[in-house]
């Protein structure tokens, strides 16, 4: 089976850095990506880890172990914008990607 | 214009009711999938289509049917709508299993 955690609820201040974690148990793995969404809006993608390691992508970055199962996003300078839900998703060996429930991020001022 | 798009954007209907939802897209990607997603929750998978000729299901296939009528063109069916199939539904899609997918905006089903 499928089982990705991820908090519920994160909350930071505007200019901070904010970690979002991720930990995984998966048929397989393929891929984990990490995904923004704002209310009512789709899904927007930030980054891929297939491989072990830090990937850094401007002021987001995003973080691999595949041993331990676990990844992170790493958001530098947070601006309100930010406010979102953070989506965890993972590619397993059926080729499908199950999703995380997300991560409800608020940046207070 | 949008590369995905999706019709209707808001539905109400009732108990009972054959609804169908569709999605295009002019990306020219091979693959499509089709997500649920409840208040508060992730997205779940429904179906999936690699190419025309190969459609699979989901985690939630139950209560679904999908038709890929064209490579641009990826239809749920709900044949009996239920009120706990009200979600806001996702088309999405991707030239690669490893590739990103780039969702459409979205249909809000309301089943009375």
């Known amino acids: 089976g499928q089982n990705i955690d991820q908090p519920t609820e994160m909350t930071a201040t505007e200019g901070a850095i904010v970690q979002i974690n991720c930990t995984y148990q998966?048929?397989?793995?393929?891929?984990l990506f990490w995904y923004q969404q704002h209310a009512g809006e789709a899904p927007t993608f930030l980054s891929y880890n297939v491989l072990d390691g830090l990937e850094e992508k401007g002021r987001f970055s995003s973080f691999l172990s595949r041993s331990k199962g676990y990844s992170y996003l790493l958001l530098k300078e947070l601006q309100m914008k930010d406010s979102a839900s953070y989506l965890c998703a993972v590619l397993g060996s059926a080729r499908q990607l199950t999703f995380g429930s997300g991560t409800q991020l608020t940046v207070l001022p | 214009d949008a590369d995905v798009t999706q019709t209707p954007r808001n539905r109400i209907t009732k108990t009972g009711k054959r609804i169908m939802l569709e999605c295009s897209q002019t990306k020219g990607h091979d693959r499509m999938y089709w997500y649920r997603q409840d208040p508060g929750l992730g997205l779940q998978l429904i179906y999936y289509s690699f190419d025309v000729k190969d459609i699979n299901k989901g985690e939630i296939s139950d209560g679904y049917s999908v038709s890929r009528q064209a490579q641009a063109k990826f239809s749920l069916s709900l044949e009996s709508a239920i009120p706990n199939q009200t979600a806001l539904y996702f088309c999405?899609?991707?030239?690669?299993?490893?590739?990103?997918?780039?969702f459409g905006p979205g249909t809000r089903l309301t089943v009375l």
């Open positions: 999405a899609t991707s030239d690669g299993v490893g590739n990103e997918q780039f």
């Open positions: 998966t048929s397989g793995f393929n891929g």
